[in-house]
Structures are given as C-alpha cells and as structure tokens.
C-alpha cells in the first residue's frame, strides 16, 4: 500500500496526496490482474457460505424470527394502539415493545415468504457493512476482496441470517454510526449507535465510553434514540410494560445464567466449566451461581473492566479529544468496548460476535494504532478465526469423556476468539500514544 504516514486524519479519510492518479492504459491492466482475487474472494466465500447455511444451528429455519418477531408483529397488526405487553408467549419477543412495529411490514409477504424477506433485507445490510467499512478502513483491493470473504464466511453472520436474527443488521448501523462521526456527523452517529444498544443491551456500554470521553454530541444521539424507544413504548403500553419487561427480559439475567451452548460469555463459559454436556441446549430457567462461579466471574469481571476503564483514563490524559472525527486511538478503544460488551454481558449469543469484523476491518486497514509485531498478528489473527467459527453443536448431551472435554473447552471457541482479539487491543492502547504514527510495515 502506498500511503503516507502523516497526521490522523489522513488516514482516517483525509486526501491522500502521496499517490497520483493512474493513467488509463495503467489503470486497464491493473483492473484486470485483480479480476481473479475477486472471483476467488467471492465465489469461495460464497461456497463457504452455503455450506455453512447448511451445517449452522439453527436446525430450524428462521425460528427467532418466527417465535418473537413474527407473533409480535402480528398481535400489534391485530390489536394497533389496543394490543397488550406481553405481544408473545414466554421465550417469544425480547425486546422493548415498540421496537415489534418494525416487523410489521413483513407481513404483508405472507408467513411463506417473511422469513426470506428478512434473510434479504439481512444479506443487503452485511454486504453495506462490508462496502462502508472498505471505505474507512481504506483498503485497497486485494484486503477488500479479503474481507469480503471474510463477511461471507463468517460463523456468526451466518447464525444471525439463519435464526432470523437483527445482529447483522446491528453490524451495519454501527458501521454506518463510525462513517457518520468520521464525517463529523456526531448527533447522527449517536443515533445509530443509540439504536443498536436500544435493541441490543450489551452495546449500552458505548454510551458510558463517549460520556467518560465527553463526545457530548454521540452521547445525546444515543440518549434520543434510546429514550424515543422507551417512551415509545411507554405511550403505548404504559409504564408498568416496561417494568414487566425488564423483570421478564433483564432481572432473571443479572442474577441467574444460561449454560447453552450459543451463550459466549464469561457467565457461560463458567456454567459450562461446572455442569458439562448434560446442559448444553438448556436455557430456561437460568442458573444461580455457585460460590466457584462467583469467585473466578468477579476475578474475569475485574481483570476485564479495570484494565478498559485504566486505558481509556491513561488515553483520555494522553490524547484528549481534540477534534470532531475519531482519532486512532478512539477507534481502538471503540472496538475495544465492543469486545468487552461481548465478553462480559451475561448472555452473549454467538450471532452478537459478528460486530468483530469491525475491529478486524480497521486492523487490516493499519487504522487502529497497534504494534506490528508477531504477538499482534498471532492475537487478532486467533481473535477472528476463534470468532467467526461456524456455529454448530461442538459436542452433544450423551455423557461421554470427549463431550465432558469439549462442552468445557472447544464450545467456547467464540469466546476465545473475543479474549483473544480483546488482548490485542488492550495491548495496543496500552502502546499507543497521541503522537505515534499509524503502524506503516508490512501487512497482518
């Protein structure tokens, strides 16, 4: 890549002044040479990618999708303004409940069809994701045709289409909330951000992280579209919805947890680490915890939360926000909250890791200012590849000594890839400082 290794904002979307446009004659070849990184890119993530349609859990078909957003979107149709919290059975709809309009359109294409027009809609915004994030990253062909596969291929990606689940649409907005503040659109990013964490809680955190970095503008975006969902859903079905909601879809969860193996969390792993294969499909009711699993989850909790909040203090003092664009070492310390979202909420589904081909995006494009060294490239390389797994039943509930090893090992891959990807970034923020240029050597 031929860059320049100037001020930040060069390489976060500044002009690139170092290389000068290609003659046409030039510029024919060169198209043509990358004709074949990009058939191999996408039609080998696209093989890949139907095998993995064919082989990922869910067994059924779009069953979140049908079991919550479908029921929901039906009893609001039925009933409009009149219709009652619950707008499902137990298990069924989890989000706040104005949230269930957005499936109603959906049902004009019939129960046959809905669940494949929510798989287009999905398959639209992962590939949007993918564009948006060629563009911030500044990939040059032969990465973007990299992490196109990469898209295509990925384990969690492919759980979210198949459950009928909204984490790659999430993927998008995030995306498209760090295109807005790169482009200085603040209270607009925050918006988008503020809607991913309304639909999915464990990206709350993202609004203490730019309150704590006074990015006032995201922060009041987020408030506003996080607030507009809540009174939303009061106005319609009133406060005490929102109280049951929470001591239906939040309370259990602080105090109780899931050992199943989709749930790739701490929480999680520690379940599994005591009970084994016997409860790997079990998710109700959740669990108390045992003494063990209090100790080693405050032990992880502590490890984890203080060594994010001592980094961003030390980048706070080091390198202050000095503009309206994020800095590197902001955009590092945005994937590095994102990763401790999934690590420590908990219940993390696997289709929630998908949001890590975030901070793989921006590493490969040299836009997170991380050493280039081999414990980097060993770390986010072990992140992604633990990370994007397919996500299939590693082991069963038949007792069996290999089950009893890898429900408590092996199940847990997504989890070791976020560990994984989250030390490397905690290592390079630990390194990083306001002056420090972007890394210029070789590539991952």
């Known amino acids: 890549m031929s860059r320049s290794a100037g001020a930040e904002g060069d390489a976060l979307g500044g002009h690139d002044t170092a290389a000068a446009p290609k003659p046409a004659a030039e510029a024919k070849p060169a198209a043509k040479s990358r004709l074949p990184i990009w058939l191999a890119a996408g039609l080998g993530g696209v093989a890949v990618h139907l ?17 919550a957003n479908w029921e929901a979107a039906a009893h609001l149709w039925e009933d409009g303004w009149n219709a009652t919290f619950p707008l499902t059975e137990k298990g069924g709809f989890s989000q706040l409940p104005s949230l269930g309009w957005l499936y109603v359109p959906f049902l004009a294409l019939g129960e046959s069809w809905a669940g494949w027009g929510w798989t287009a809609l999905g398959l639209a915004a992962l590939l949007a994701a993918w564009a948006l994030l060629v563009r911030l990253a500044r990939l040059e062909p032969p990465l973007a045709a990299a992490l196109l596969f990469c898209f295509l291929a990925n384990g969690p990606a492919v759980n979210s289409l198949r459950e009928g689940q909204t984490s790659h649409i999430m993927l998008f907005l995030l995306v498209a909330g760090l295109a807005l503040w790169r482009r200085r659109r603040e209270f607009l990013a925050g918006l988008a951000f503020g809607l991913c964490a309304a639909i999915k809680l464990p990206l709350l955190f993202l609004g203490v992280y730019f309150l704590y970095r006074r990015r006032w503008r995201i922060a009041a975006g987020g408030g506003a579209a996080v607030g507009l969902v809540v009174l939303t859903s009061a106005a319609q079905f009133g406060f005490g919805s929102l109280v049951a909601w929470y001591q239906e879809w939040v309370a259990p969860y602080l105090s109780g947890y899931i050992p199943a193996f989709n749930v790739q969390s701490i929480d999680g792993f520690l379940l599994r680490l005591e009970k084994g294969e016997a409860f790997m499909i079990h998710w109700d009711p959740p669990f108390a915890p045992s003494l063990f699993h209090r100790i080693a989850r405050a032990v992880a909790l502590i ?6 909040m001592w980094l961003i203090w030390r980048g706070a003092r080091l390198a202050p926000t000095a503009g309206a664009e994020p800095s590197p070492r902001e955009l ?29 995006a921006l590493y490969l494009g040299r836009q997170l200012p991380l050493s280039d060294d081999v414990a980097t490239r060993w770390l986010m390389r072990l992140g992604y590849l633990g990370a994007s797994m397919p996500i299939v039943m590693w082991a069963t509930t038949e007792p069996s000594w290999y089950n009893a090893v890898l429900s408590r090992t092996v199940v847990s891959v997504c989890l070791i890839g976020g560990l994984s990807m989250f030390v490397a970034l905690a290592r390079g923020t630990w390194r990083a400082d306001r002056r420090a240029p972007l890394s210029q050597s070789s590539l991952p």
Not at 51 to 67: R, T, Y
Not at 343 to 353: A, D, E, F, G, Q
Request: net charge negative; proline share 6%; hydrophobic share 55%.
């Open 51 to 67: 095998v993995l349609w064919q082989i990922s859990e869910p067994s059924a078909l779009f069953s979140d999708f049908f079991k």
């Open 303 to 308: 490890a984890l939360f203080g060594t994010t």
């Open 332 to 360: 590092v310390e945005f994937a590095l909250v994102i990763a401790l979202g999934l690590l420590t909420s908990p219940i993390s589904w696997t289709h929630y890791y998908v949001y890590l081909l975030i901070p793989w």
